[in-house]
């Protein structure tokens, strides 16, 4: 069993940055693919990043440029760096963990509460 708990949100200008964190538990934190997803008022959750236990990363397009993920296997983290935010990119954020693959919105082997990013013009 793994839980994630996701830190970091709140409320920024748009031009402004974030940092997302998520802790998990477990001992086997380097066998999961994270991931990023959130999830705007009234859209279905989308896929935001995604990084692989060796630290190969992925991005949805939109998000290429700004965002950074990153992980630290040995205190069991996964980060989200957001630059240059946008309006748009008010969301809840949700951590995801898949062993082995990385999580879609179909399927995640875990996910965390989520955390309220609001970007203000």
């Known amino acids: 069993q793994v839980q994630l708990v996701e830190s970091g949100g709140g409320l920024v200008q748009a031009g402004g940055s974030l940092r997302l964190s998520c802790a998990a538990s477990?001992?086997?934190?380097?066998?999961?693919?994270m991931a990023w997803f959130r999830q705007a008022p009234g859209k279905e959750r989308e896929f935001v990043s995604a990084?692989?236990?060796?630290?190969?990363?992925y991005y949805a397009d939109s998000m290429k440029g700004r965002f950074t993920i990153s992980r630290d296997n040995t205190n069991n983290t996964v980060s989200l760096q957001m630059n240059s935010l946008k309006t748009e990119d008010t969301a809840v954020y949700y951590c995801a963990a898949r062993i082995g693959l990385i999580p879609t919105v179909e399927v995640s082997d875990y996910w965390g509460q989520g955390t309220q990013v609001t970007v203000s013009s």
């Open positions: 477990g001992r086997t934190f380097s066998s999961y693919v």
């Open positions: 990084i692989r236990g060796s630290g190969r990363t």
